[in-house]
């Protein structure tokens, strides 16, 4: 497979890595201060992707891995208005 932005797809060094659902948010911060605030953890920093975004993955109350990602505004794939964010 071929991509100029690797689909997301690298080497799993890590018990928790695997399929992780993601969310679209408006602010990986924020929500990173609401995640810790109200009990889960951060597990992976807000990262950047370039051409993306900005990634934070966390844990929730109960132990899921999930991730939110903050779309750059040049994001072609990102949403727009009436998309329901």
């Given at each position: ?36 605030r ?12 370039p ?22 505004a ?9 998309d329901?964010?």
């Open positions: 497979m071929n991509s100029d932005r690797g689909a997301g797809i690298g080497k799993r060094d890590q018990p928790w890595q695997t399929v992780i659902p993601t969310i679209d948010v408006k602010s990986a911060d924020e929500l990173a201060e609401r995640i810790v109200e009990g889960g953890n951060i597990v992976l920093p807000k990262t950047s992707i051409g993306i975004g900005h990634l934070v993955t966390f844990k929730d109350t109960e132990g899921n891995i999930l991730a939110a990602l903050q779309a750059d040049d994001n072609p794939f990102a949403g727009g208005p009436g329901g964010s």
